[in-house]
């Protein structure tokens, strides 16, 4: 039976969790007394729905059921995790944790506060234990961070199981072990948004030009390498001690305004806001967040391609859900290896997905394939791997952006040296694509083909002996320009 997560507040954060943990399996009950609130949560979850799943090698498990309820305890009747997301207020928290626990009880409650501390969070609770900030970032359904922050009077164990509650909907839980006002990345964006603000008060630069002061530079750093790293780097060979010593002093040289706020004014207002209309205004915000989705995407998957930073978090949330997938069972036709979806990238000119994307999709499916008989990265680690010495693709039918497409692999033979395979890209059941492989087991230092070992052939032997009654595909062995005879 899915799991219910009970969304108090279905504002623009509230929305974005509610997506997350939709599009992960849960059901999602959300209670906002905003009567616009449906329509902006089905936009939110239309972002979510186009972008979610295309961070994702693994089928997506179906959708949770979403429903609106009229009260907090219709909300949280029956959840198994509370996440409360309603507007800064201290007062306006309190009174939504004391009408949550008038009815739940021993439920883990996350608060998504950007600034209050979890002490200041559970003054006058019912059960303080339960509460904890679960600081999350917008678009909730993309980045994976959630800043976790108990405090002394938090739950230990129940902690543990709120983080593990967040890895299983991909995100990546940062504990702070030190209640702090603002946790830690937002003290940071606060520091750049101060003096932001100062640089546009002060005339020196616009919303405009500060923003591809970022983007056009340090903020590409960041998100791979964070801080740290990317200033050990900028310390040359030397690393960080010459990054420090030349760096250090800067610090008290006049590069920034540190403490000192401007006053916060209709003048500033009016200054920010006009200039971010003028720099931005063309475009609506459910369109910039499209472009940001999309952004965002291409960036997680490259990083996913290196198993590095953010994309780390998304390998490991694959691999959490093809753990509990139903194993292939051989014997029983072709093997459905491996689940895609056609990203913005892969359409060309002609608006369908272009014909290198079709030889990705079969890389995909011959390497779970691959994978599954043992030949995995830590066998390559070994010196010894598959290397692919022949395809032929064969075009069938139009994959379009956002399509679900599946590929499966029917072994035509196998010895100890070689391996015959005939992938299917399928949408919803029918080919739009074949690819007749042949691999080679190679010594990859000798730079030879040898036989595979016994451990791989035991497994992949008893495919090719279970495959060997199905039909063999038409398009089998046929080679270009054979219709013509
Ligand atoms: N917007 C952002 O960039 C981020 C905001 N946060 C935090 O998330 C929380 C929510 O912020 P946003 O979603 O941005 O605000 P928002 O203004 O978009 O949404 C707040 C929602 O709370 C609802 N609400 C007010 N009183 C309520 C009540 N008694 N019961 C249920 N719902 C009620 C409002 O109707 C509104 O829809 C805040 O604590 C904020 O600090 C955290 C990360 C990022
Ligand atoms: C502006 N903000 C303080 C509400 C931002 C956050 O809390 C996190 C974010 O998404 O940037």
């Given amino acids: 039976m899915a799991r219910k997560a009970a969304i108090i507040g279905g504002g623009v954060i509230g929305g974005g969790w509610a997506a997350r943990f939709l599009l992960n399996g849960w059901d999602v009950s959300v209670f906002d007394p905003d009567p616009e609130a449906g329509r902006k949560i089905g936009e939110v979850l239309a972002n979510a729905r186009a972008s979610l799943p295309a961070l994702s090698d693994v089928p997506m498990q179906s959708e949770g059921a979403l429903s609106f309820a009229t009260s907090i305890t219709e909300a949280v009747e029956g959840a198994d995790y509370i996440q409360e997301s309603v507007s800064e207020r201290l007062d306006l928290k309190h009174r939504v944790f004391a009408q949550i626990q008038q009815s739940s009880h021993g439920v883990p409650i996350g608060s998504s506060t950007s600034g209050f501390k979890p002490s200041e969070l559970q ?47 991909g995100m990546f839980p940062l504990h702070v072990r030190k209640e702090i006002d603002a946790h830690i990345a937002d003290r940071f964006l606060e520091a750049v948004w101060r003096e932001a603000l100062w640089l546009v008060k002060d005339g020196v630069a616009t919303t405009e030009e500060i923003d591809e002061a970022i983007r056009m530079g340090f903020g590409l750093r960041w998100g791979q390498m964070g801080l740290f790293e990317t200033y050990r780097v900028a310390g040359g060979e030397a690393g960080m001690k010459h990054f420090m010593a030349q760096f250090g002093p800067c610090l008290t040289w006049p590069w920034t305004k540190l403490m000192d706020v401007p006053e916060f004014n209709d003048e500033l207002v009016d200054l ?29 998957r490259v990083l996913k391609e290196r198993n590095w930073g953010a994309g780390k978090v998304l390998l490991e949330h694959d691999a959490l859900r093809r753990a509990a997938l139903p194993v292939p069972v051989p014997g029983t036709g072709p093997l459905e290896m491996a689940h895609l979806t056609v990203l913005p990238g892969w359409i060309d000119y002609n608006g369908h997905m272009t014909e290198s994307r079709y030889l990705f999709a079969a890389s995909e499916t011959s390497d779970a394939f691959l994978r599954f008989i043992g030949a995995d990265v830590a066998y390559v680690g070994t010196g010894y791997s598959y290397y692919t010495a022949e395809t032929h693709i064969m075009h069938l039918g139009e994959a379009k952006l956002g399509d679900a497409l599946t590929g499966s692999v029917q072994v035509l033979a196998a010895d100890e040296k070689r391996l015959h395979i005939f992938i299917r890209i399928l949408k919803g059941g029918e080919a739009v694509a074949t690819l007749e492989q042949m691999l080679l087991h190679v010594d990859m230092a000798a730079g030879k083909t040898c036989a595979a070992p016994k451990a791989i052939l035991d497994r992949l032997l008893p ?6 009654p199905l039909p063999r595909p038409e398009a089998a062995g046929r080679h270009v320009g054979q219709r013509k005879a």
């Fill in 123 to 169: 003054q006058g609770a019912a059960d303080p234990s339960v509460i904890f900030v679960a600081h999350p970032f917008n678009p909730v359904y993309l980045l994976p961070l959630a800043e976790v922050v108990p405090s002394a009077q938090t739950d230990a164990g129940l902690v543990e199981r709120a983080k593990e509650t967040l890895r299983e909907i």
């Fill in 463 to 468: 495919i090719a002996a279970a495959h060997a």
């Fill in 272 to 300: 920010i806001a006009g200039q971010s209309d003028a720099q931005s205004g063309m475009h609506s915000i459910r369109e910039l967040e499209r472009i940001r989705d999309q952004n965002l995407i291409g960036f997680l």
